[in-house]
């Protein structure tokens, strides 16, 4: 009985030197502006400003702000 415990402790020594502790890494947090700010310029969003654009100077205001 003393042995088998022997054993798995010796097992978990073992574990914990090879992976390391149990534990979650915390990401560096981005900041909830940059967040934010990000949405407004990616490629469907910007595609979306051009044509709000275009329709507004075509004359279709309520087009360009539903856009």
Request: charged residues 20%.
């Amino acid at each position: 009985m003393r042995f088998n415990k022997f054993l798995q402790i010796c097992n978990l020594l073992l574990r914990l030197k090879k992976y390391g502790t149990n534990t979650i890494k915390k990401a560096a947090a981005e900041s909830e502006w940059k967040t934010f700010f990000k949405n407004f310029f990616s490629m469907m969003a910007i595609l979306l400003w051009i044509s709000g654009l275009i329709a507004i100077v075509s004359g279709t205001l309520e087009l360009g702000i539903a856009i």
